[in-house]
């Protein structure tokens, strides 16, 4: 079992930055895919970016590409989601998640965080 607790969230304004981390407790994340997702209210949950567990591959969504910078510290046990340029549809409840299988897709992710909210005012 692993797992996944957020930090870092906040509110900023826009064009402001924020660095998330996501940190495993109980068990190594060597191994595990690790991906970040975000859902606005009453909105679906969506993909954000997800990085392989040795980090060489990254994969961000078109709107936040150029932007947000994922990035792992296997030694740490922890994954961060640097963003810069936050705009306000950035707002939104951030999740971390860890799975297998290297996915933007949220059902191949089998442990999640809490999720933690992010804010970004106009």
């Known amino acids: 079992q692993v797992q996944l607790v957020e930090s870092g969230g906040g509110l900023v304004q826009a064009g402001g930055s924020l660095r998330l981390s996501c940190a495993a407790s109980?068990?190594?994340?060597?191994?595990?895919?690790m991906g970040w997702f975000r859902q606005a209210p009453g909105k679906e949950r969506v993909f954000v970016s997800r990085?392989?567990?040795?980090?060489?591959?990254?994969e961000y969504a078109d709107s936040v590409k150029g932007r947000f910078t994922i990035s792992r510290e296997n030694a740490k046990n922890t994954v961060y989601l640097q963003m810069n340029s936050l705009k306000p549809e950035d707002t939104a409840v951030y999740y971390c998640?860890?799975?297998?299988?290297?996915?933007?897709?949220?059902?191949?992710?089998?442990?999640w965080g809490q999720g933690i909210q992010v804010t970004v005012s106009s």
């Open positions: 990085i392989s567990w040795s980090g060489g591959r990254t």
């Open positions: 998640a860890a799975g297998t299988i290297e996915s933007a897709n949220s059902r191949e992710y089998a442990f």
């Open positions: 109980r068990r190594t994340l060597i191994g595990y895919a």
